[in-house]
């Protein structure tokens, strides 16, 4: 059995256990291997639930039958409705390197305020209450850029109101998803592809 992030016709030969950034439950959720059942897994936390409890959905791999990656991905869409591309993006996020990560954090399309938020972070403000208090329309998160010129983990969302009465910016922190590199004599380096509208503009 060859897991996606494994080498072809490499085995595995012990349990790993990996992050499972599903849109609405990436927060303690993860998926792997487990030797002593020759199968892989999955354990499903919504963003709400108590990571530190039983998980909301456990895919164990003996009610379905998961001896493959195939198998598994499969489930998943089964029991989360989440599309396959999505879910076989979250499975292989560890095999992408830091330069794919930022460029995909930055390049997606907005999505309606009812509909997921496709910028693959969870709980990114999609879809709240509008923060002006006599509107009754939802936040649109529409674009997420590099913010800062020195840590490169800083990034800036942007937010429209689907009522258009206005919008809104927030500064989060994305350590698994930085911008650039910062080289060992403090000059940093913007990843290509990525725009950074202080640094400039990167192909």
Not at 59 to 66: E, K, T, V
Not at 99 to 120: I, K, N
Not at 138 to 162: K, L, Y
Request: proline share 9%; hydrophobic share 30%; net charge negative.
């Amino acid at each position: 059995m060859t897991a996606l992030y494994v080498p072809q016709g490499q085995c595995i030969v012990e349990d790993f256990s990996l992050p499972l950034p599903l849109h609405g439950w990436a927060r303690g959720s993860d998926w792997g291997y487990d030797t002593g059942t020759r199968s892989f897994f999955a354990r499903l936390y919504r963003n709400d639930d108590d990571p530190s409890g039983a998980p909301t959905i456990w895919l164990s791999g003996s009610q379905p039958d998961l001896t493959d990656v195939v198998a598994l991905t499969h489930a998943l869409q089964e029991v989360t409705g989440i599309a396959r591309p999505e879910v076989v993006d979250a499975l292989t996020a560890d095999r992408k390197s830091p330069q794919q990560r930022a460029v995909a954090t930055q390049d997606w399309e907005p999505a309606p305020c009812t509909s997921p938020c496709p910028c693959g972070t969870s709980d990114c403000g999609h879809g709240e209450p509008c923060p002006n208090g006599e509107c009754t329309g939802h936040d649109i998160h529409t674009m997420r850029n590099p913010s800062g010129e020195a840590d490169v983990t800083v990034w800036q969302d942007h937010f429209d109101c689907c009522e258009g009465c206005g919008a809104s910016v927030l500064d989060i922190s994305l350590p698994e998803r930085p911008w650039g590199e910062v080289e060992a004599d403090g000059t940093v380096i913007v990843y290509a592809g990525v725009s950074h509208y202080e640094l400039g503009v990167y192909p």
